[in-house]
Antibody, heavy 121, light 110 residues
Framework: QVQLQESGPGLVKPSGTLSLTCAVS?????????WSWVRQSPGKGLEWIGE???????NYNVSLKSRVSISVDKSKNQFSLKLSSVTAADTAVYYC??????????????WGQGTLVTVSS | QSVLTQPPSASGTPGQRVTISCSGS????????VNWYQQLPGTAPKLLIY???QRPSGVPDRFSGSKSGTSASLAISGLQSEDEADYYC???????????FGGGTKLTVL
């Protein structure tokens, strides 16, 4: 059973950089999956941040692209998110998720439990 | 404002059938499959429907999905109290080259 676990600071100062890691267990990050970050502001809906393949290929949300970087560490079976120049609007629960494919259709089949990141001084 | 449009709320009584709509564009739903996620209070989203109308193993057949043109729908029949949750549609958007979600629909079982 695949499990994803987010970790990182729960509090980040404004203008700082948010850094989170998602540890993958029960499966290899080098399998044929894309690995995503999704966030949810308090009381709001889901927002896709970006994704990475084990080769290092990435896709980012155009609205966040200038501030986002996602990387993969195959040796540790994990992937990471960096979001720079954060403001209070970046306060959210951040989820990592696995993108799987069936019959040429992608979907998020496994999700981490989520981690709340608050941007505040 | 979300790229995919869902009604903010829906409701029904136990045993009823409810539907939740999701409207997109030619570059999102019009060109790609729709997935649906269920988010119970205080938990992570869970895959409910993929590829427009496919249920993952373990999802009751009370849940069904459909797609037509640039819109999709999630139907829940035989409504149960445990179905009370937020429901999100999602699709890849070719123009944005990324995933887009609906704003979510809060389902209340009366």
């Amino acid at each position: 059973q695949v499990q994803l676990q987010e970790s990182g600071p729960g509090l980040v100062k404004p203008s700082g950089t948010l850094s989170l890691t998602c540890a993958v267990s029960g499966g290899s990050i080098s399998s044929g999956n894309w690995w995503s970050w999704v966030r949810q502001s308090p009381g709001k809906g889901l927002e896709w941040i970006g994704e990475i393949y084990h080769s290092g290929s990435t896709n980012y949300n155009v609205s966040l692209k200038s501030r986002v970087s996602i990387s993969v560490d195959k040796s540790k079976n994990q992937f990471s998110l960096k979001l720079s120049s954060v403001t209070a609007a970046d306060t959210a629960v951040y989820y990592c998720a696995r993108g799987s494919i069936a019959a040429q259709v992608y979907y998020f089949d496994y999700w981490g439990q989520g981690t709340l990141v608050t941007v505040s001084s | 404002q979300s790229v995919l449009t869902q009604p903010p709320s829906a409701s029904g009584t136990p045993g009823q059938r409810v539907t939740i709509s999701c409207s997109g564009s030619s570059s999102s739903i019009g060109s790609n499959a729709v997935n649906w996620y269920q988010q119970l209070p205080g938990t992570a989203p869970k895959l409910l429907i993929y590829s427009n109308n496919q249920r993952p193993s373990g999802v009751p057949d009370r849940f069904s999905g459909s797609k037509s043109g640039t819109s999709a729908s999630l139907a829940i029949s035989g409504l149960q109290s445990e179905d009370e949750a937020d429901y999100y549609c999602a699709a890849w958007d070719d123009s944005l080259n990324g995933w887009v979600f609906g704003g979510g629909t809060k389902l209340t079982v009366l």
